[in-house]
């Protein structure tokens, strides 16, 4: 875990140590939005390094899913679905054909 810098008030977000006249809020807009920004990733509670290492893992699993088909400049939700669901289709497809090989093979055998 790692110290906050940002603290939530009723008013808005404020940076922690900094004097009163320089935090107001309604006097440092600028401020205030960079203090609220950091804010929010602070509150999902992982330092940077976590994340990264999630995206990572993330990425790994993707790759995986979707027979190495994804690349980072096609993450969207879509493209992620429809590139899984065709990974997904051709592995059954050659399975299908595998069994079909086999059913032939056995019937030669057979004859």
């Given at each position: ?25 309604d ?16 509150d ?6 976590e994340i ?36 997904q ?12 090989e086999e059913?032939?093979?056995a ?5």
């Open positions: 875990m790692f110290e906050r810098l940002t603290v939530r008030t009723l008013y808005g977000c404020k940076f922690k140590g900094l004097p009163p006249y320089v935090n107001k809020p006097k440092n807009k600028l401020l205030s939005e960079v203090a609220a920004r950091l804010a929010a990733y602070e999902i509670g992982l330092s940077p390094e990264t290492d999630m995206i990572y893992r993330f990425e790994a699993f993707l790759s995986a899913m979707t027979g190495n088909r994804m690349s980072k400049s096609n993450y969207t939700l879509d493209a992620m679905i429809s590139a899984a669901d065709e990974y289709q051709s592995l059954c497809d050659e399975c299908w054909d595998r069994s079909e059913a032939e093979k019937l030669e055998v057979g004859e």
